[in-house]
C-alpha cells in the first residue's frame, strides 16, 4: 500500500525558509514521478514542483529561484526547500506521487502540511 507522509510546514515570517519532507512508503520516489502542490481555501490545488525519475524538474513560475524540490532515494523521500517565502506562499501543502510503473498511472497523495507566512 502506497503511503505519503508530509512533514515539516509551521509558521513562519516573510523572508524566512521552511524544508517540507514527504516520506514514501510502499514504493519507491527513484522510480515514480514525484510532486509538490499546494491548495488555498477555495481555491483548486495548484503545482509547485515535480521531478521525474531521471530527475527532470519542473517549477511553477510563482516559486522558482525560491524553492527546491530535491530526492534521497536512500530515505525513499522526497524535500521541498522554500526560501525567500511570502505571505502568499500560505497554503496546505500536499505530495503526490504518480505510479509510472502501474496501468492508469495511479496517483496518490499525502494528508498536506500548513504552511503560514505572516508577520
Known amino acids: 500500500q502506497v503511503q505519503l507522509v508530509e512533514s515539516g510546514g509551521g509558521m513562519v515570517q516573510p523572508g524566512g525558509s521552511l524544508r517540507l519532507t514527504c516520506a514514501a512508503s510502499?514504493?519507491?520516489?527513484?522510480?515514480?514521478?514525484m510532486g509538490w502542490y499546494r491548495q488555498v481555501p477555495g481555491k483548486e490545488r495548484q503545482v509547485v514542483a515535480t521531478?521525474?525519475?531521471?530527475?527532470?524538474?519542473i517549477y511553477a513560475d510563482s516559486v522558482k529561484g525560491r524553492f527546491t524540490i530535491s530526492r534521497d532515494n536512500a530515505k525513499n523521500a522526497v524535500y521541498l526547500q522554500m526560501n525567500s517565502l511570502k505571505p502568499e506562499d500560505t497554503a496546505v501543502y500536499y505530495c503526490?506521487?504518480?505510479?509510472?510503473?502501474?496501468?492508469?498511472?495511479?496517483?496518490?497523495w499525502g494528508q498536506g502540511t500548513q504552511v503560514t507566512v505572516s508577520s
Open positions: 510502499g514504493t519507491s520516489v527513484s522510480l515514480n514521478a
Open positions: 521531478m521525474s525519475p531521471g530527475g527532470t524538474i
Open positions: 503526490q506521487i504518480k505510479l509510472l510503473r502501474q496501468r492508469d498511472f495511479p496517483v496518490y
